[in-house]
């Protein structure tokens, strides 16, 4: 079975200091991994997905992720923290292009000026 | 273009009451899934509704039961509610050229089961 696991619950940063978000992820087919952002009274919005191409995966907003798959992680970067990052992140993973989607249970990003 | 919809926006409902929240799709999008995510949590699959059909299903007791209609909008109800059952409902939508996993999330429907 599919899983993710978020590595802190809360993580504080900067402004304009690197963002690192942990991730590793369990599966038993090589998966597809997903970080979703949620601002606060928002739904999620799609940072990234991996599906297998390229190990380096670069988002929206600044943001990218590694696939390593000798240490099962997926961990979201940005280089410069800017307070408008300040949301609850999710990491997610599906075991392939049509099949449902497990989240971890979220990073809240902290900006601090 | 009419991103993914959800009515009501807040509901407070009392224990065994049921109740039906309603998703419209991203424009294009034909398949439509639930999640429940509950306070601090991550978002948890109810079900996925392609088709007019219930095409995959997570972990949820049969009183949450779902719909999709010919144009593609989704009804979740929910029977003999419980506190538990306090959540934000999410609606998201997806079509089979993108994969049914790449998803457009609505802003959900808060419920509070007082």
């Known amino acids: 079975a599919q899983s993710v696991t978020q590595l802190g619950s809360h993580v504080s940063v900067s402004e304009g200091a690197l963002v690192l978000l942990r991730c590793n992820y369990s599966?038993?087919?090589?998966?597809?991994l997903f970080w979703y952002v949620q601002y606060p009274n928002q739904g999620l919005q799609l940072l990234l997905k991996y599906t297998s191409a390229a190990t380096l995966v670069k988002g929206i907003n600044g943001f990218e992720a590694e696939f390593k798959k000798s240490e099962t992680s997926f961990h979201l970067t940005k280089p410069s923290a800017h307070m408008s990052d300040a949301a609850e992140y999710f990491c997610a993973v599906s075991k392939n292009r049509d099949d449902k989607i497990i989240f971890g249970k979220g990073t809240r990003l902290h900006i601090l000026p | 273009d009419a991103g993914v919809t959800q009515s009501p926006t807040h509901l407070i409902k009392t224990r065994g009451q049921q109740v039906t929240l309603r998703c419209s799709p991203k424009s294009g999008h034909d398949t439509v899934s639930w999640y429940q995510q509950a306070l601090g949590q991550g978002p948890q699959f109810i079900f996925q509704y392609y088709e007019e059909e219930e095409r995959q299903r997570g972990n949820f007791p049969d009183r949450f039961s779902g719909h999709q209609f010919p144009n593609y909008s989704s009804e979740l109800n929910v029977n003999a509610l419980l506190l538990g059952d306090s959540a934000l409902y999410l609606c998201a939508s997806s079509s089979v050229p993108g994969g049914w996993n790449e998803q457009y999330f609505g802003p959900g429907t808060r419920l509070t089961v007082t």
């Open positions: 599966s038993s087919v090589p998966p597809y």
